[in-house]
């Protein structure tokens, strides 16, 4: 049986990101889905001042739940971890294994938006107010932070600005809310920007990334930026299809 891939973007992405990674995969046989969340994407007409991250954890178990899938690969990058680990603690007899690219779950209580921080959050909370309506977190310069990223070319550029839209807030708001269910799925870390050695500093003093080093783990090193379906696609899709479900 042809291994089942649910690919979830992060922050202002929708599906079209996974484009190169998805069909590498095809090309091996490969089920995916890749996935618009609700107000990114081809769905972004969908945003609202309510959309938060429990609607996206919704999104992805109803796909799971109308397709029939099981014994699924469940793949969040940066915020969509926070999606699948939601998804996989609501329906973990659908999932074999997930996958974290550049990311990790985040502890059971904790927003996205303190992630990084208080100082952080305060700067996003004040571009919601003063560049995305209230509600709405812009998208990044994808120039600015491509430039210091050899293998991030005009066209990898060009597919980010492109497929990128304001960030409903109260999806980075919302704190995480998880029983525990998730916790005897195993798990893979791609590690993109920080290497295993930097995750294991910093576990110990920074909560955020406890449960990166807890539980049946195993870590595959991809050095690039944070966004490797971008700047390598064809080693992502590698790593992806060397995983055991």
């Known amino acids: 049986m042809n291994t089942t891939y649910v690919l979830v973007p992060g922050f202002w992405l929708g599906a079209s990101v996974w484009r190169s990674v998805a069909d590498a995969l095809r090309e091996h046989g490969r089920v995916v889905h890749a996935v618009d969340l609700a107000g990114m994407g081809e769905r972004a007409?969908?945003?609202?001042?309510?959309?938060?991250?429990?609607t996206h954890i919704d999104e992805v178990v109803h796909l799971l739940e109308q397709e029939n899938l099981h014994d699924v690969v469940l793949v969040g990058h940066s915020y969509g971890a926070l999606v699948t680990t939601g998804a996989a603690d609501r329906v973990p007899e659908r999932v074999a294994?997930?996958?974290?690219?550049?990311?990790?779950?985040?502890?059971?209580?904790?927003?996205?938006?303190?992630?990084?921080?208080?100082?952080?959050?305060?700067?996003?909370?004040?571009?919601?107010?003063?560049?995305?309506?209230?509600?709405?977190?812009?998208?990044?310069?994808?120039?600015?932070?491509?430039?210091?990223?050899?293998?991030?070319?005009?066209?990898?550029?060009?597919t980010l600005v492109e497929g990128s839209q304001a960030q409903p807030w109260l999806t980075a708001a919302q704190p995480v809310e998880l029983t525990g269910a998730w916790e005897r799925l195993p798990r893979t870390g791609v590690l993109c920007s920080f290497s295993l050695e930097q995750l294991q500093q910093m576990a110990p003093h920074a909560p955020a990334f406890a449960h990166m080093v807890e539980g049946d783990w195993t870590y595959v090193e991809l050095p690039t930026w944070h966004w490797p379906m971008v700047s390598r696609p064809d080693d992502l899709a590698e790593v992806l299809r060397s995983v055991n479900g």
């Open 45 to 54: 007409h969908l945003a609202s001042p309510e959309t938060n991250l429990s």
């Open 97 to 158: 294994r997930l996958v974290y690219v550049d990311t990790g779950p985040l502890p059971d209580g904790m927003a996205q938006a303190d992630f990084e921080g208080p100082d952080a959050r305060m700067a996003n909370e004040n571009l919601v107010m003063t560049h995305g309506e209230g509600w709405k977190l812009p998208p990044p310069p994808w120039a600015a932070l491509a430039a210091e990223v050899p293998e991030v070319d005009d066209a990898a550029v060009a």
